[in-house]
C-alpha cells in the first residue's frame, strides 16, 4: 500500500511536470531531499482518570519533487514528503507510530543573482496533509484509558512557508538546502470530543538536504 501511494504521488508530480512544460517553463528541475523535523503541535487527551499533555515526536522523512521555472527568479514547486512521528502522551506512558504523507504546491521566489555559487530562495504555498497510524496505533486496546477507541487515518489542510539555497556544483547539479515551517490543524484521529477536544494548532519545521538535476544547463 505505501510503494502504490508513493508511486501514484510520483506520478502526479512528473503530470504537473509534462503538463507545465507545455506553456514554456524556462527549466525544470527535479530533487530529492532527505528530511528532519521538530517536535511539531501540542494537545490535551482526556482520560477517565487525568488530563495528560500529548506531542508529536517528529523524526526522518524525504521529499521528492521537481520545480518548473517560468522566469529568471520565479517558479512552482510541487513535491512530495513522507516521514515518520510519534503521538507521545505523557502521564499514561503511551506512544503510537504514525506515518506522515504531505503533498504541496509552493510559489518559489529566488534571487535575481546568485552570490558565489550560492542563490537564496524564499517559499510559500498550500498543502494536503495526510496521517496513518501505524502498528499498535490502529487500533489499540485501550486508548488514553478508554477500552476499544481507535486510532483512524486523519487529513489537514494547510500551508507552508521557508527558505533555502541552492549550492551549484555543475551546469545542472547543485545541493538544495531548506527550511520550511509547515501550519496546520492538529490532527485528531477520529476521535470523539470527550477523548480529544482538538483545536490545536500544528507547527511542523522541517529542515532538508538534498540534490536537484537540471533538464538544461544552469545560468548563474
Given at each position: 500500500?505505501?510503494i502504490?501511494?508513493?508511486?501514484?504521488?510520483?506520478?502526479?508530480?512528473a503530470?504537473?511536470?509534462?503538463?507545465?512544460?507545455?506553456?514554456?517553463?524556462?527549466?525544470?528541475?527535479?530533487?530529492a531531499?532527505?528530511?528532519?523535523s521538530?517536535?511539531?503541535?501540542?494537545?490535551?487527551?482526556?482520560?477517565?482518570?487525568?488530563?495528560?499533555?500529548?506531542r508529536?515526536?517528529?523524526?526522518?522523512g524525504?521529499?521528492?519533487?521537481?520545480?518548473?521555472?517560468f522566469?529568471?527568479?520565479?517558479?512552482?514547486?510541487?513535491?512530495y514528503?513522507?516521514?515518520?512521528?510519534?503521538?507521545?502522551?505523557?502521564g499514561?506512558?503511551?506512544?503510537?507510530?504514525?506515518?506522515?504523507?504531505?503533498?504541496?504546491?509552493?510559489?518559489?521566489?529566488?534571487?535575481p543573482?546568485?552570490?558565489?555559487?550560492?542563490?537564496?530562495?524564499?517559499?510559500?504555498?498550500?498543502?494536503?496533509?495526510h496521517?496513518?497510524?501505524?502498528?499498535?496505533?490502529?487500533?489499540p486496546?485501550?486508548?488514553?484509558g478508554?477500552p476499544?477507541?481507535?486510532?483512524?487515518?486523519?487529513?489537514k489542510?494547510?500551508?507552508?512557508?521557508?527558505?533555502?539555497?541552492?549550492?551549484?556544483i555543475?551546469?545542472?547539479l547543485?545541493?538544495?538546502?531548506?527550511?520550511?515551517d509547515?501550519?496546520?490543524g492538529?490532527?485528531?484521529y477520529?476521535?470523539p470530543s470527550?477523548?480529544?477536544?482538538?483545536?490545536?494548532?500544528?507547527?511542523?519545521l522541517?529542515?532538508?538536504?538534498g540534490?536537484?538535476?537540471?533538464?538544461?544547463?544552469?545560468?548563474?
Amino acid at each position: 500500500m505505501r510503494i502504490r501511494t508513493v508511486i501514484q504521488c510520483l506520478a502526479c508530480v512528473a503530470a504537473a511536470g509534462l503538463g507545465c512544460s507545455t506553456v514554456h517553463a524556462q527549466n525544470i528541475n527535479l530533487f530529492a531531499m532527505g528530511s528532519g523535523s521538530s517536535i511539531f503541535g501540542t494537545g490535551n487527551i482526556v482520560s477517565p482518570t487525568l488530563t495528560t499533555f500529548s506531542r508529536y515526536q517528529a523524526g526522518e522523512g524525504f521529499t521528492l519533487g521537481t520545480e518548473l521555472s517560468f522566469a529568471k527568479f520565479l517558479g512552482l514547486e510541487p513535491s512530495y514528503y513522507m516521514g515518520r512521528s510519534n503521538l507521545e502522551l505523557f502521564g499514561l506512558n503511551e506512544s503510537h507510530d504514525i506515518r506522515q504523507e504531505r503533498g504541496s504546491a509552493d510559489l518559489m521566489v529566488h534571487a535575481p543573482r546568485p552570490i558565489w555559487r550560492l542563490r537564496p530562495y524564499g517559499a510559500i504555498g498550500p498543502e494536503y496533509d495526510h496521517f496513518v497510524p501505524m502498528g499498535a496505533g490502529m487500533p489499540p486496546d485501550a486508548f488514553a484509558g478508554y477500552p476499544g477507541l481507535a486510532l483512524h487515518t486523519s487529513n489537514k489542510f494547510g500551508f507552508n512557508y521557508g527558505i533555502g539555497t541552492n549550492l551549484r556544483i555543475t551546469t545542472r547539479l547543485a545541493l538544495a538546502l531548506d527550511v520550511r515551517d509547515h501550519r496546520f490543524g492538529s490532527p485528531t484521529y477520529g476521535l470523539p470530543s470527550y477523548a480529544y477536544p482538538g483545536g490545536h494548532s500544528a507547527d511542523n519545521l522541517v529542515y532538508s538536504l538534498g540534490i536537484e538535476y537540471r533538464l538544461r544547463k544552469l545560468n548563474w
